[in-house]
């Protein structure tokens, strides 16, 4: 019993980090094979090769190797065992299970003379044999014996059931008793403390190894007004950040001269939160400085500043989802009256497009296609010129206008400058286009109406229904690591689905969508309530690439009556569809409450008017 769970621990905790690494991809992931991508994964498999050879791995293999043991002591114990017999009467006397009492009687007695322990006193089992023949000649006689034997196994009737665990014989020896008593220690004193406090360690951590206390500031410092600016303010005060402090005085010069600077200072918290630790400035200029290109390269080698900023950048995916998943949850509880912060869709795309900033190297460079290899300012700009209205989406081969493969090449020896047959255009195409096939280009569409009916009234359902199509996904596959010129470590883009309204203001809702399938499917249903125009826009960004989100827009123009139509009984399902509030029913009463305030507006503009010409005698 015990093999059943040390074989699989023993292939998890010590086989698989032993022979594949702590560090295994995903043969399901697409993942971009350029040169620096394929680079940078195997450097981060050369890491993690021998990582597993710490303190933890010797401690498992200690305890599994223990437990190990003890299975060969007790099969060395278990093998020198003899298997009991089965006690079988009609076996033991040596007739047919259908014997007649007269024939279980005659075999009874030629047995008990043959096995009496008088005529064998030189075979120890005499009496035991004796006795077990005797039991089977009762047990076939008696009728009520032999029922119960029948039904039970016992000539008494039912019995009692008790589990019992045999341990070997060793164990109570006094020989042993130290080694015994030592490795009791061990286990109870040393090694269930140690798992117990390493499991609540491990509960305490959010997303990535991100402390809990992290999630708790975020949703404290996340507002409707969240500005772009004020996201490294708000990193600064995770637990992560905090523990970056000035440790010399060369380090303090650094961060002089980086918050002089005028493209860090509108980053530098002006007001102090009483109820947040004091503001660290030493992250929020390393971070600033790093996005916009401002660190020489000196000072990096200064103190801890060079391994601050990894650090920073390992943790930043992890702190923005968390960023992200929080606005999210006030968006849902203001919808749900449980808050008065309003999130507005703005709210949601700056956290997304600064992620998007930090992944594509920064506020320096921020042209879309500076994201493929070997293109810097002066060949986007190229490139641009020569592409015309033709954006990074189509570029890539995806949209109305999309590029072929022949078109890119074309296109980027006008960038280059150089002939179609130049060997260095072909080596510099040939790493854009492994980028450009590994990047996860998506087509959005987005529809909305009555089922089976070419028009909507108050009162009919309303189906909102947005499809998410991988465009170079195969069935199965996923998309892989983030390819980044400028981020150094290794990380899985998301997609968002926003739906909002034409100005991007309003948040009917917000959704992250799984990346397990090629395509994906949202719906949303609601009855509708009022006539009049109602219009969507859904907005699909993702956090690690700019230059393809995709944006669509829907309008339904619905009826106070039906003009030609029966009269639609709808399902138990339907009804209950709708009963709870979602994005649909949220983007109406949004509608609703600006038709609401601009007539508002106009009463009060009315009443001012009339005010005045009062006052002058008219």
Known sequence: MLNVVLIPATYNLIIKPVVFGEFTVDSRMKNCQCQQCVGRLEARRKKYAYSWLNGQFFV??????????????????????????????????????????????????????????????????????????????TILTDEKARDNFIKYGNPDGKGSFAVGIALPNWLHDKQYQLQVLLAFFIIVVIIIPYYFVKTINKSQKDIGGIELETRKKMTMLVDENLEAKRIPGI???????????????????????????????????????PKLPEIQVKPIVLLVAHMHGLLRKEELKIGKIEENI????????????????????????????RSQRRIFAKTILTQIQFSQNLMSGGFKNKDHFSQLPYLGENECARLKQHLGKKNFYSFCGAGKTALTQEDRVEALSKAFGCSRDAPELKRKSEEIEKVVEALPLVKLTMEAGVTGEEEACVGDVLTCK?????????????????????????????????????????????EKIPLNDRVYVKEFKERIQRSGRISFTCVLVNDSYRGLDQVQKVEVNVLEQPTNRETIEYSKFDLKEIRALNPVQAAMIDQANEDTESDEEGDDEAAELRKKLASAGL
């Open 60 to 137: 498992h293999l200690f305890v599994l190797a223990f437990f190990w043991y003890m299975c060969y002591v007790c099969f060395e114990v278990v093998k020198d065992i003899e298997p009991l017999k089965q006690f079988i009467p009609h076996e033991l006397l040596g007739v047919a299970a259908d014997a007649t009492p007269a024939q279980v009687k005659k075999a009874y007695r030629k047995l008990s003379r043959e096995k009496h322990p008088d005529k064998n006193p030189d075979n120890p089992e005499a009496v035991n044999e004796f006795i077990q023949i005797t039991k089977a000649y």
């Open 235 to 273: 990193l600064q005060f995770s637990e992560e950040f905090q523990r970056m402090v000035v440790i010399s005085e060369d380090e303090l010069n650094v961060c002089k001269r980086l918050k002089s600077l005028e493209e860090v200072r509108p980053y530098i918290p002006k007001l102090k939160n």
């Open 310 to 337: 990894e650090e920073m950048l390992k943790a930043f995916p992890s702190l923005i989802d968390v960023m992200i998943e929080q606005t999210m949850m006030l968006s849902q509880m203001f919808r749900m009256g």
């Open 466 to 510: 947005m499809t998410v199509e991988f465009l170079k996904l195969n069935d199965g596959q996923r998309t892989g690591y983030v390819h980044s010129k400028e981020y150094p470590f290794l990380r899985r883009d998301n997609w968002f689905l926003i739906i909002t309204d034409e100005q991007m203001l309003g948040l009917a809702a917000v």
